[in-house]
């Protein structure tokens, strides 16, 4: 044991005493009451932090009230010694100075890449340097016409031989089904079938284990804990192998020999035709194993494992929210379907009896149904919280003063909650507002207001393709079948760094009755 570790192990363990009561109070708060006094108490010697623990589980609620109580901004600060010094945010003109003004002030940070260790090396967890040459080599990749071309390819075939099959014998039953697990299933294939040029075929009628897809969502609740607890006390479970770090330790096994699998039938499938010709430029693979830079094992990992969470849980939970608000609003599927009609007149008067699918180039252009993929992205972020550390102390627009060393949280999901905001109708559901007068065009709203594809130089790159197959699905979805919310469920998101649904969304679907 080093010196290092043995004259801090008192403090260590002092700390690890107070964390694991209130993580297990944490993890059985379901049955707390929901109605918390709004802003936190600050306590002697513990200050803040038993207020963020006791909110572990509603935590992106917990924001909103504290925020709209706070002028859009408050301060947290945490036991004396363990770092916890957080400035919580959704002000659009601070995010703006944060993610592009002065953005190099604020990186992720070394503590960020900690917090997300099997993905230290990737694009979302460095800065400077090493992240332009990544990020420049990413946005070569998938600006590849070919590359584009297959993606959209998969995608389209993805919906018609799979999700819809799968879809017509749960209407043919009458099967209630969980919307979110198939969402799931769907993006884990069409992430992993860009990246290795191979399809792991979870979205199936026999739905196979999906042992890599749930060490995922292990990756993201346990990064979750981390967050918001102090460094010394998860890095002591980690070392002593408790509690939530080692289900992560675990879950790092499991997307380890994911990535191996998947590079070994990718292997497989290349010399099946011809010495791996046919694939060249195919799939992103191809792109970087002749790059010296990712030939460690590590940073290899960190690559292909950062590519698989960012492509199946951003679209997966924005399209399990999509639906969720769909099926609750039936004049505004009624909107996308008279919108989509011009488009399938055609497809069904040529096949009348088959199903209708949706090109990719046929929806680029709609734009009421983009309108909606934004309006819930805006209540609902797949990703609600960023993450941002100082390095030398700033005054934000806002007035405030932050210092070396602390810890910026932006707060999406209360971004989109706040009347200041988005005015005195923004916790309505209603794609409206981001269409012009006429109806014809979306609005301009800049970034830093509407943060889900990020800001500034970390702009999403992958923006395009995620819309486009959020489009791909719904439209071949609500055309096809209607969608029905299943009654008496609790719809609220799980403690994690994405905004998936604790209990999943139940739903049947039925066909839908339409004249020819």
């Known amino acids: 044991m080093s010196i290092m570790f043995s004259q801090e192990l008192p403090i260590y363990t002092a700390l690890l005493l107070l964390v694991l009561p209130l993580y297990y109070l944490y993890s059985k708060a379901s049955c707390r009451s929901k109605n918390p006094a709004v802003l936190p108490t600050n306590w002697p010697i513990l200050r803040m932090f038993p207020s963020f623990v006791a909110n572990l589980h509603k935590m992106n609620d917990y924001f909103t009230l504290v925020l709209a109580r706070s002028g859009h901004n408050f301060r947290v600060h945490g036991p004396p010694g363990t770092g916890m010094r957080f400035f919580v945010t959704c002000d659009p003109a601070n995010i703006r100075h944060i993610f592009t ?4 002030n604020f990186p ?9 260790d099997i993905m230290s090396g990737g694009i979302f967890t460095i800065d400077g340097e090493p992240a332009c040459r990544q990020r420049t080599k990413i946005k070569s990749v998938l600006s590849n016409p070919q590359l584009v071309a297959r993606i959209e390819g998969w995608s389209r075939d993805k919906v018609e031989n799979n999700l819809l099959l799968l879809f017509t014998h749960m209407a043919r039953t009458s ?39 749930v060490a995922m969502d292990t990756v993201m609740e346990v990064a979750y804990f981390r967050v918001v607890v102090p460094a010394s ?35 497989i499938d290349t010399s099946s035709v011809g010495n791996g010709k046919q694939h060249e430029g195919v799939d992103i693979m191809s792109s970087f194993l002749d790059d010296p830079y990712y030939t460690d094992d590590d940073m290899f990992n960190a690559l292909t494992i950062s590519y698989m969470i960012a492509a199946r849980d951003i679209v997966g939970t924005a399209l399990t929210w999509i639906f969720y608000n769909l099926s609750q609003n039936p ?32 929806t680029k252009s709609l734009v009421y149904l983009r309108a909606v993929l934004y309006e819930t992205l805006r209540l609902y972020p797949p990703a609600p ?12 627009p806002s007035g405030h003063e932050v210092h070396a060393g602390d810890t910026i949280l932006i707060s999406l999901h209360s971004m989109g909650r706040m009347e200041g905001i988005w005015g005195k109708d923004c916790l309505n559901y209603n794609p409206d507002r981001w269409l012009s007068e006429d109806g014809n065009k979306l609005r301009y709203v800049p970034s830093h207001k509407f943060l889900a594809f990020n ?37 609220e998101p799980k403690s994690s760094c994405i905004l998936e649904m604790k209990n999943g969304l139940i739903v049947k679907l039925k066909n839908r009755e339409m004249l020819h």
């Not at 003004?101 to 190099?104: A, E, L, P, S, V």
């Not at 992720?108 to 997300?116: L, M, S, T, V, W």
């Not at 909107?335 to 088959?354: F, G, T, W, Y």
Request: proline share 5%.
């Open 108 to 116: 992720k940070g070394a503590e960020f890449a900690a917090i997300f």
């Open 331 to 362: 004049n505004i599927v009624s909107i996308i379907r008279n919108e989509l009609s011009p488009i399938a007149s055609c497809k069904v008067a040529a096949h009348p009896d088959a199903m209708v699918i949706f090109e990719p180039d046929e």
């Open 385 to 396: 919280l960023e993450r941002k550390m100082v390095v030398t102390n700033d005054i934000l």
């Open 233 to 267: 006390c998860w890095k002591l479970m980690r070392r002593l192998n408790i509690g939530p770090e080692r289900k992560l330790k675990a879950a790092h096994k499991v997307l380890r020999g994911f990535v191996m699998e998947m590079m070994e039938r990718r292997k």
């Open 175 to 213: 099967t209630s089904f969980n919307m979110q697990e198939l969402m799931s299933r769907l993006m884990f294939d069409l992430a992993a079938m860009p990246l290795f040029g191979v399809d792991p075929g979870l979205l199936s009628l026999d739905m196979p284990p999906m042992e890599a897809a």
């Open 101 to 104: 003004t002065n953005y190099t």
């Open 455 to 491: 800001s500034g130089p970390r702009m999403c790159l992958g923006k395009d393709i995620a819309v486009m197959q959020m489009k791909t699905v719904i439209a071949s979805t609500l055309w096809n079948f209607d969608v029905e919310l299943m009654k008496g469920q609790c719809i």
